[in-house]
């Protein structure tokens, strides 16, 4: 991927505490387990046309037809040092723009993606600091109603310390991209404005260092339930301090688009949508939420160049070459 241009721009943003901090010149390899049994078919793969590139990025499937990541995966975004609070994302792209596979090794098979309907922006601000958080709605009834899903956790914040599963296509921390991977027992590091030097909205938490890498923008954490309880934003070095959105904060607004789609979709609302009681599970753990400061780095690579299509989308077969040419040069540390 190139580490400039259209597609590069709207890469993970990361945030440091200096604007003189840089990307480390050998990161640590992230080599989480491949999910070659489809362990986690909820975590799926987003491909978006941006102008000449094609942008990489992960996603989580809540509903059928219903996917959660991050607003840069879809829209365009600042690119180099940002400032956040000063670091505004701008429109979605069309939606016959954005592609989604379930597969774990994302292919070049149509049959293998589905097209979106539309795509739906977090409410209340536009800075990458705490509103990088989007929706993409699937065409008719997506991955259909048997499909594994990862309900958002709306209610319960993440803690300090709590365990949760990383899952994303992103970087290996040397070079492989594309293949979804997971890792288990990756610890909360803070939540929000406790994080210190870390620049977090309220609304995001910071995990342990080495659990996502470049190209996992949109990737997700899940807690010991399966539930979604953070999307990947931004990270400063390529697999460091990862920023993540958290769920409660968006309530509101996800029951909301979760409703729309169930009814575009026609099917019957989750229980998260509707606020029914969840299935008798054990009890998650608790923690309070996680604005923005000090300045802010595009760290290189939140979703790669790279793509697949569906029927009617010519631009991913066609863009190919050009694309996997693109991202041999100048990858350059974001997640």
């Known amino acids: 991927m190139k580490a400039r241009g259209v597609w590069a721009a709207l890469l993970v943003v990361g945030c440091s505490s200096s604007p003189e901090e840089r990307p480390g010149e050998a990161p640590l390899a992230v080599n989480g387990e491949v999910d070659s049994a489809e362990q986690y078919p909820m975590v799926v793969g987003l491909v978006t046309k941006k102008g000449q590139y094609l942008s990489r990025c992960s996603g989580t499937l809540v509903a059928p037809n219903l996917v959660l990541t991050a ?3 879809i829209a365009d975004s600042p690119g180099g040092f940002v400032t956040c609070g000063q670091a505004p994302l701008g429109a979605a792209y069309p939606p016959e723009n954005v592609l989604v596979t379930q597969k774990h090794v994302q292919t070049d098979e149509p049959a293998d993606y ?3 309907s539309r795509t739906e922006l977090a409410p209340g601000g536009d800075d990458t600091c705490g509103f990088d958080f989007a929706a993409v709605v699937l065409v008719g009834t997506g991955f259909g109603s ?4 990862a309900a958002p956790r709306l209610d319960f914040p993440v803690a300090p310390g709590e365990l949760v599963t990383a ?5 290996t921390g040397s070079g492989s991209i594309g293949t979804r991977r997971f890792k288990p027992g990756v610890a909360v590091s803070c939540v929000g404005s406790a994080c210190g030097s870390i620049p977090a909205a309220e609304s995001e938490w910071v995990s342990a260092d080495d659990a996502f890498c470049q190209n996992d923008s949109g990737a997700a954490a899940l807690d010991a339930e399966g539930r979604l309880v953070g999307t990947v934003s931004r990270g400063i070095n390529p697999c460091t301090t990862p920023v993540l959105g958290a769920m409660p904060a968006w309530k509101a607004w996800l029951q909301q688009v979760g409703a ?5 979709g026609g099917y019957a609302p989750p229980a998260w949508v509707t606020g029914s009681p969840p299935p008798p599970v054990d009890a998650g753990t608790d923690a309070p939420l996680p604005e923005p400061t000090v300045s802010a780095r595009d760290d290189g690579g939140g979703c790669a160049a790279s793509a697949r299509r569906t029927r009617g989308n010519h631009w991913l077969l066609s863009a190919l070459g050009f694309l996997f040419l693109a991202s041999s040069r100048g990858r350059r540390n974001r997640l």
């Open 167 to 171: 899952v994303g296509y992103g970087n």
């Open 260 to 264: 729309q789609a169930a009814t575009e």
């Open 114 to 116: 589905v097209s979106v």
């Open 146 to 149: 048997g499909a594994p899903t």
């Open 71 to 73: 607003r840069h995966c």
